[in-house]
């Protein structure tokens, strides 16, 4: 994963991406990353449940 912090609490799954980071171009060069669980992901501590997030921004 490149920035993202994810946590499970009280079965409410948390977030965090620091919005300020940057990772280069996709593979498009269309847009900016900036956070990605690069591909799909178990959420922590619900091994059947999955998760896909890619946040990014305009060139």
Request: hydrophobic share 35%.
């Amino acid at each position: 994963m490149k920035n993202v912090e994810m946590k499970m609490e009280d079965n409410i799954l948390m977030i965090k991406v620091d919005l300020t980071k940057e990772f280069g171009p996709s593979a498009s060069g269309k847009t900016i990353i900036i956070a990605s669980t690069e591909g799909n992901i178990s959420i922590p501590d619900k091994e059947n449940i999955k998760i896909g997030l890619n946040v990014y921004k305009k060139k």
